[in-house]
């Protein structure tokens, strides 16, 4: 069955829609994937990619720049993420600049975002492995805000724990706040305390009065603390003392020897104090005295009257009148 002319039309029409949306679409995979600029390559390494795929985009400041090109598992604490950059950003990037691994929006593919750093260092080069920061994912926000719900809870239960035993006046502060007596007296004991406080800054002030009315100057005080010489003269009285001291304490050594000495000893001191006999023969001795001396007052005064001495006592008694008198 021969074609029409139509049909022929049609189909090379569809041949060179399909050829059209061919092109168009090489054009733009090519465009995402860097296929028709140059580029170089740069990686970071994470602790976590967080779903990040081959292809997502890598954005610097916010402008789509490349693609993630490959994802490596070094170890099992790192992974190694190869970017195509575009060439032309080569001058832009610096070699401090930071890659972190975020979201396209609330819901969209992972990315890569490079954070320019903040010191001077020079253009990134091709193959240059630039320092990383790993955001804390969905998955351990909710696994700490999950634990944190947890603490709360427990301390929720504690702290009603706390609550119905101070209602029930456990404990002290439960006492503190059901005891009318408890809390009268603490607040007597307070106010106690305030008054103390008060006649304490009353005292420290009559003290500072007292201390600011001393002539530092003039004063003995002033002169011992100021006066290095006076001060000189105070520490050679005190040694001087301290000699004198020493000296008394010998001599009252001396002393105490001494009396015991005459105490426990054999010679005219201690016959003094210690023979009866001598001691009764002095009292005798000084009875005698007496006795004489009265008897040689009544021979005199017997004298005083006999006719042949009597003139003479009488002039004398005369003599000694007339001296009186001269001498008033």
Sequence with gaps: MRKTHQQKLGLGLLVIISLILFIVAVYFIGNRQ?????????????????????????RYSGINIGTVKDIVMINDSTINVVMVIEEKMVSHIKKDAIATIGTDGLVGNMIVNIVPGKGDAGPISSG?????Y???????????????????????AKLLNI??????????????INDTVV??????TVNQLRIMSIEANKSMRSLNEIINEINF???????????SIEGQKVRVVLDNLELASQDIKLVITNLDETITQFKNG???????????EFVKNLEQSIQNINEGTDKF??????????????????????????????ND
């Design 128 to 132: 240059d492995t630039i320092k990383s």
């Design 34 to 58: 860097n296929m028709f600029v140059k580029t170089f390559d740069i990686s970071a390494n994470f602790n976590n990619v967080n779903g990040l795929m081959r292809g997502n985009n890598v």
């Design 297 to 326: 007052n009544q021979n005199m005064e017997a004298l005083k009257h006999n006719f042949l001495t009597r003139r003479y006592f009488k002039k004398m008694e005369r003599e000694e009148k007339r001296i009186n008198k001269k």
């Design 217 to 227: 100057n003039e004063s003995v005080a002033g002169v011992l603390l100021n006066d």
């Design 163 to 176: 609550a119905d035993a101070m209602a029930d006046s456990k404990g002290t502060f439960g006492m503190l």
């Design 183 to 188: 809390a009268a007296n603490l607040k007597q």
């Design 134 to 156: 790993t955001k804390i994912g969905t998955g351990e926000m909710l696994s700490t805000l999950n634990v944190t719900n947890e603490n709360a809870a427990l301390l929720t």
């Design 266 to 276: 054999k010679g005219a001191v201690d016959y003094l104090f210690n023979n009866e």
